[in-house]
């Protein structure tokens, strides 16, 4: 099973200011095509996870219930586009809090996977942050990152952990994948074949 893991602001709808956060409904605004890059990944064997984090419920700044409602929101969007979000998952502890789920640690990601067998090499997080970049990487995922967010090319240089890809957004990043994919696909069609002439055996 292939998945693709989403960092929530700056990837699927716009940032908020910085350090300000979406904190109800009506702050969630989707990013131009993020919906269509949704379901273009459906379509090409990916199953989607939202990943991230929302401190600022632990520092008391909205509620559960309104991150709840900004996820509806979200979620009948996709839908609406005939796209599907398998999951969602959210960090709503504060930085302090010292949790395990708050990216760049992996809580999220393990417990996104649950017990599916993933093909972690052909898996991808996709964020806007070094946090997403660091968080997919720890987890064996291959990582882009979106200039759709908070961070341009210049500022992606300086960081320590460097993405696998850079993409415009989200939907760019996705034609990106699917067309890796397809390269994956034909590359396995090429081993199948060698070893089916050499006789040798796969997996
Ligand atoms: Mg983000
Ligand atoms: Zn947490």
Redesign the pocket.
């Known amino acids: 099973m292939k998945m693709v893991f989403l960092d929530r602001d700056g990837v699927i709808n716009k940032n908020p200011a910085h350090g300000d956060y979406i904190k109800r409904p009506s702050e969630f605004k989707f990013l131009p095509n993020a919906r269509k890059a949704v379901k273009m990944l459906n379509n090409a064997g990916f199953d989607i996870a939202v990943i991230s984090n929302q401190s600022g419920i632990g520092k008391g700044l909205f509620s559960k219930n309104e991150l709840k409602k900004i996820d509806e929101k979200m979620l009948k969007g996709i839908k609406a586009s005939k796209g599907e979000i398998k999951g969602t998952y959210y960090?709503i502890?504060h930085p302090d809090?010292n949790?395990e789920?708050?990216k760049p640690k992996t809580g999220l990601i393990k417990k996104a996977v649950g017990k599916n067998k993933i093909d972690f090499r052909n898996s991808f997080f996709i964020g806007d942050t070094e946090r997403d970049v660091v968080a997919g990487g720890r987890s064996g995922l291959k990582t882009i990152t979106v200039l759709s967010g908070y961070n341009k090319n210049k500022d992606i240089k300086r960081w320590k952990k460097q993405p696998d890809y850079i993409a415009k957004d989200l939907y760019d990043a996705a034609k990106r994948i699917v067309k890796l994919s397809t390269m994956e696909q034909w590359s396995g069609a090429l081993r199948l074949r060698s070893c089916l002439r050499s006789s040798c055996r796969v997996g």
């Open positions: 960090c502890h809090a949790c789920c708050r």
